[in-house]
């Protein structure tokens, strides 16, 4: 079955450029959350989409970055005048919906985004 | 706000059992625990909920301590296949009783299981 897909894998940019990263979730999932993921830390929240609509986008850095998922299903995340500190694995996740809480997990493979 | 796990790193020989601490300053709905291999994705092992519910992996036991926010994974008769980053996401409880729907990862456990 499928699982979560992220494109691209891997993406060089030059500090300043506009970048896209694209989630496509397992079906079903109404949950979907995106985070980052430096060398040698732990995921860390970026935002948080039930259905089309942000829940929770408290962990965005700044008004550089944002995300949509205009159809339910698809996310992207779009990032403006990219720094190098932006450099990180960027991680989606989605999940069914619960009524208690967060469910498990699924996490794709990352999209590892390199600023130079 | 981020949980505070230990050990950092935890070398062991394959038959031998780790435990994994994780602690929050936050009050806390659930504790999820995730282990990750070198340029892999996370994957999900156990949830534990506040009320004592726990749902996830057969050969991997986990405890939930409400009133001091902390929580302990049990990895016993290690096989080498358990070596990962262990690390455990905090769901925040909100004072009507409903969670933040957020989980907040600790910065990681590294696991190594020799033969």
């Known amino acids: 079955g499928a699982g979560v897909s992220q494109t691209p894998s891997n993406k060089v940019t030059e500090k300043g450029k506009y970048v896209e990263l694209r989630c496509d979730p397992i079906?079903?999932?109404?949950?979907l959350y995106w985070y980052r993921q430096s060398l040698g830390q732990g995921p860390e929240f970026l935002i948080y989409?039930?259905?089309?609509?942000?829940?929770?986008d408290s962990g965005l850095p700044n008004d550089r970055f944002f995300a949509v998922r205009p159809e339910g299903s698809v996310s992207t995340l779009k990032i403006q005048r990219t720094e190098r500190g932006d450099s990180a694995v960027y991680l989606c996740?989605?999940?069914?919906?619960?009524?208690?809480?967060?469910?498990?997990?699924?996490f794709g493979e990352g999209s590892r985004l390199t600023v130079l | 706000q981020q949980p505070v796990q230990s050990p950092q790193a935890v070398i062991l020989r394959e038959g031998e059992d780790a435990v994994i601490n994780c602690s929050s300053s936050?009050?806390?709905?659930?504790v999820h625990w995730y282990r990750q291999k070198h340029g892999e994705a996370p994957v999900f092992l156990m949830i534990?909920?506040?009320?004592?519910e726990q749902k996830g992996h057969e050969k991997i036991s986990a405890s939930f301590n409400e009133k001091k926010q902390q929580s302990s994974l049990y990895l016993t008769a290690s096989q080498l296949s358990y070596s990962g980053t262990y690390f455990c996401?905090?769901?925040?409880?909100?004072?009507?009783?409903?969670?933040?729907?957020?989980?907040?990862f600790g910065k990681g456990t590294l696991l190594t299981v020799n033969p």
């Open positions: 996740a989605s999940s069914l919906i619960v009524t208690s809480g967060t469910g498990e997990l699924f």
């Open positions: 079906s079903g999932h109404t949950a």
């Open positions: 989409f039930q259905g089309t609509g942000a829940a929770d």
């Open positions: 936050k009050a806390l709905y659930s």
């Open positions: 534990l909920l506040k009320g004592g």
């Open positions: 996401g905090t769901e925040v409880g909100l004072e009507y009783g409903g969670s933040n729907y957020k989980l907040t």
